[in-house]
């Protein structure tokens, strides 16, 4: 079974440019989680979809940050304008239902100089 | 203040060593969970536990949540390199939602 595909993997922009991170779930798993991973931190949950629909994106930047999940399967996550702080590791998350075990991907390393 | 709180954040350790980690927190959970994360790479379940006091194996790896629900331990007995990672917790929300990792132990061993 394939396993969540992020990309890219690696990607540096210089502040206040945009950048875009893709990610498809395991086939089939309802649910998807976007997180932030800074160096040396745990990951911090950025947005929740269940299908197509956002279940939790309380600790969004929402003036910088969007996430979308249109057809209930691979989602897009971007950052417009990047900031410095915004270096770190996205990691993308699936599961197949709310409270199911989350599988997650490789992670996109952002670094924003 | 962060949900949950992990200690020691950074341990290095001679292969053959044991150890142990915690995960504590105020509040109360139903679950709680204990991720390994490789650099590079994703976090990775090792394990959930799910009732006070419950202990669970794998391999060298001992889990215990509290009685209280509200910490837990992840007990490595004779560590090896391949070990070596960040180790998380994780609690889900109420309604299922929401998976909030702590910061993480880092854990180093030596050969």
């Known amino acids: 079974e394939a396993g969540v595909a992020q990309s890219p993997r690696y990607k540096i922009i210089e502040k206040r440019q945009s950048v875009a991170f893709w990610c498809n779930p395991i086939?089939?798993?309802?649910?998807l989680y976007w997180y932030q991973q800074i160096l040396g931190q745990g990951p911090k949950l950025l947005i929740q979809?269940?299908?197509?629909?956002?279940?939790?994106d309380s600790q969004l930047p929402k003036d910088r940050f969007s996430a979308e999940r249109l057809k209930g399967v691979d989602s897009t996550l971007k950052i417009q304008p990047a900031k410095l702080e915004d270096s770190a590791v996205y990691l993308c998350?699936?599961?197949?239902?709310?409270?199911?075990?989350?599988?997650f991907g490789q992670g996109t390393r952002l670094t924003v100089v | 203040t962060q949900l949950l709180e992990q200690s020691p954040q950074f341990l290095s350790i001679q292969e053959g060593e044991n150890l142990t980690v915690y995960c504590n927190s105020s509040s109360v959970f139903s679950s709680l969970q204990w991720y390994r994360q490789e650099p590079g790479e994703g976090p990775v379940l090792l394990v959930t536990v799910v009732t006070g006091g419950e202990v669970k194996k794998l391999k060298r790896l001992t889990f215990q949540f509290g009685d209280a629900r509200k910490d837990s331990s992840l007990h490595i007995t004779a560590a090896q390199p391949g070990d070596t990672g960040l180790y998380l917790c994780a609690v889900m929300g109420n309604a299922g939602n929401m998976l909030t990792f702590g910061g993480g132990t880092r854990l180093m061993v030596k050969p």
């Open positions: 979809f269940q299908n197509n629909g956002v279940v939790d």
């Open positions: 086939s089939g798993h309802a649910t």
């Open positions: 998350a699936s599961s197949l239902n709310w409270g199911a075990e989350a599988f």
